[in-house]
């Protein structure tokens, strides 16, 4: 089966509905932000191993009691608006009504939203779907890890803030925030052994 003829004109304005009717390619993630179709390659090696230390320290930090939310890892579409669905690489959905959220439909508003920098990502992440990401969530984190750094986005920032030795998470409803290591981060993704 070929794919839709609309994948080759650059002027169609792209709805989730026509997203989610994509035939799942191997190797491919398909997201669209305000009817722009992204279409990006599996990540690599690295990208994973550097979300996979991002998750167990969030995870840990946000389950603990009392719990403030849930951590969620892509390929988990994030429908913002029915022309924008998202796979963000790691995001944190609050607690709804004291329970943990079913599915990102109930979430409002997510705690925290990161996206890891990837050759093939760097417009995406850092326009297109940033200005989403600043109307919807808390926080966004661009991680880069060729420059060894972090962007940190708040909903009214025109500049990011950026961080090379730690960033701190400090969500409502926890006394301490969560202090997290860069140089261990970028460590980790690059494959050395601790």
Known sequence: ????????????KWTVDEVWALADVPGERYECVDGELLVSPAPS???????????????????AQPRVGEV?????????????????????????????????TECPRFMLV??????????????????????????????????????RWRPNDERPEILT???AWHPAGRDEALLLDLPALF???????P
């Open 165 to 167: 030795e730690s960033i």
């Open 187 to 193: 460590r980790e993704a690059s494959g050395e052994a």
């Open 45 to 63: 090696w690295s990208h994973q191993l550097g979300l996979g230390w991002l998750y167990v320290m969030l995870h840990g930090y946000v389950g």
């Open 114 to 151: 990161i996206e890891i920098l990837s050759p093939s990502s760097h417009r995406a992440d850092r326009v297109v779907k940033r200005r989403k990401y600043q109307r919807s969530a808390d926080e966004y984190w661009i991680i880069d890890p060729t420059a060894q750094l972090v962007e």
């Open 1 to 12: 089966m070929g794919m839709p003829a609309i994948l080759d004109d650059p002027h169609h």
């Open 72 to 104: 969620m890892l892509a390929p988990t579409d994030v429908r913002l608006d029915d022309f924008t669905v998202v796979q963000p690489d790691l995001f944190v959905a609050p607690l709804i009504n004291g329970r943990r959220p079913g599915s990102p």
